[in-house]
């Protein structure tokens, strides 16, 4: 009787699966742990391998054309339900579609629920391709991109004395005088969104893109870069 209840409980929260996946703690609709619905309550989902692909597909299916990538987070609470070995070709709508396993806590008893909810491998989903817009410097000499209409610092991170050329170089400017990096207080009303990349010899804002910070450290906000470039040029 238990096994067909296990059963029946699992065909049900897959149903629940497709119809209420959301992305929850994340600065805004287009980033965010991955969360599905089951029984009216939110859960984390969990994937060790998921790529890309199982990435792009999640996001088609909540309704965004573009995906940056997917990366590991902090668990935000206990940990229900995971789907393990996710694995996707790139054609499917919904990631129930894609190869993969679907497990519950309940069935690895609450030992096995602990040491899943403690790891870093909860699935973090950014559903944006985070297009460098424009590049400028504010009347301090902040660094500032332009990414999804809004205004960025830049954070220190892969920032380099070739990068600081490149900017001068993009701005208009011969190459840099110095560059330097501060760190955002409590009150600061300074946003990073990652690292500016550019290409050797770079000239044009084509030729750089904006790396997340995300995409290198655990999605939580205790590792949110804190540091911010100021860039002098000449």
């Given amino acids: 009787m238990m096994r067909c209840y296990l059963s029946l409980l699992w065909m049900f929260s897959v149903f629940l699966l497709v119809e209420a996946l959301q992305l929850v703690d994340g600065p805004s609709p287009l980033e965010g742990r991955l969360e599905a619905g089951l029984f009216g309550q939110l859960q984390a989902v969990y994937g060790r391998t998921f790529d890309e692909k199982a990435a792009n597909v999640t996001c088609t299916s909540l309704g965004y054309p573009h995906v940056g990538f997917a990366t590991r987070a902090h668990p935000g609470k206990n940990l229900h339900y995971y789907k393990q070995n996710i694995v996707c070709q790139g054609h499917e ?50 660094i500032q991109v332009g990414v999804n209409g809004q205004i960025w610092a830049v954070c220190d991170a892969y920032f380099t004395p070739e990068t600081a050329n490149s900017v ?16 955002t207080g409590d009150n600061s009303v300074i946003e990073i969104l990652g690292s500016i990349i550019c290409k050797p010899n770079a000239t044009s804002v084509i030729d750089c893109h904006i790396k997340h910070q995300f995409s290198y450290r655990p999605y939580d906000s205790s590792a949110e870069c804190r540091n911010y470039v100021l860039l002098t040029c000449n």
Avoid: P
């Fill in 93 to 142: 709508k919904y990631i129930e579609e894609c190869q993969g396993e679907l497990k519950y806590c309940v069935e690895q008893r609450y030992y096995h629920c602990t040491i899943m909810s403690n790891s870093l491998t909860h699935v973090a989903l950014f559903c944006s391709d985070y297009t460098l817009e424009n590049i400028s410097l504010s009347a301090t000499g902040v």
């Fill in 168 to 183: 001068c170089t993009v701005l208009g400017f011969h190459g840099t005088e110095s560059f330097d990096v501060k760190t």
